[in-house]
């Protein structure tokens, strides 16, 4: 039930669902000033969704800011949250990745700068699995081929939320006796996420120093085209962001975090 609310939330607010039904109650209500008024304002905030340079500025301040290579502290493990991983595809000799890949390629990059010592990789299938492949395997078999050794990678491959990624990843750290207390953690998720994965994992009783990653924004730019011409993709960036509000305030309610 707590899934559905959040997703029915989710679509109810998201950018072009405030649009639409902003156009089919002015078609609606067309014969009144009303109606007219819907038209113009829904008009007029599909332009403002599609504008690069509005939704920049504001994703720069809602996403962790970058954290450079050499003041990153020696950590003894990197706890990765999966999502990057195009499961829609069925294959077992290789990984496909989307948007968000540098999740692992950075956590690669940590390893390699000696920065961490072992990498926990946590994620399963998600909530609509199409083939037996969970994220966390395909991402291991990426971090065995780049030439990470076996025994510095762990996997918890049966999460399908970030709730989940931190309870679980907890589970398995008991499991293999390994004291949080005594032990140091860096977390690796998208930068827009970040808010709502260290939450969680601070309520989890894991500790870690946000390492974020993937990153939604760009440096401020003053062109023609972005302060003006209308961009589809900036209208995706407003659903994710959209998305990770009511995702955050959800988690809030359930007391996740």
Request: aromatic share 12%; proline share 4%; hydrophobic share 45%.
């Amino acid at each position: 039930m707590f899934f559905i609310l959040s997703q029915l939330l989710s679509f109810l607010i998201m950018p072009l669902s405030l649009v639409f039904i902003g156009l089919i109650s002015g078609y609606l209500l067309r014969a009144k000033k009303t109606g007219k008024r819907l038209i113009i304002i829904s008009i007029l905030s599909l332009y403002l969704f599609s504008n690069q340079f509005i939704i920049n500025v504001v994703l720069l301040q809602w996403e962790y800011k970058i954290v450079p290579m050499a003041e990153v502290p020696k950590h003894d493990f990197a706890i990765v949250l999966t999502g990057v991983v195009n499961l829609s595809k069925t294959t077992d000799d290789r990984t496909f990745f989307h948007k968000g890949a540098d999740r692992i390629t950075h956590t690669l990059q940590l390893y390699q700068d000696k920065k961490i010592d072992k990498i926990l990789i946590t994620g399963g299938q998600g909530f609509n699995p199409i083939n037996d492949n969970t994220e966390a395997k395909l991402l291991k078999d990426f971090l065995l081929m780049a030439g990470v050794p076996q025994e510095a990678i762990i996997i918890e491959d049966k999460a399908k939320n970030t709730y989940q990624n931190a309870i679980f990843t907890k589970e398995i750290l008991n499991e293999l006796e390994i004291l949080q207390e005594k032990s140091s953690f860096i977390l690796v998720t998208s930068a827009f996420h970040m808010k709502r994965a260290k939450a969680c994992f601070d309520k989890a009783g894991i500790k870690t120093f946000p390492f974020p990653t993937d990153y939604y924004t760009s440096d401020v730019k003053w062109d023609l085209p972005h302060l003006l011409y209308p961009d589809p993709t900036s209208i995706a960036k407003w659903h994710t962001l959209f998305k990770e509000i009511v995702g955050l305030i959800m988690y809030k309610i359930a007391g996740y975090i």
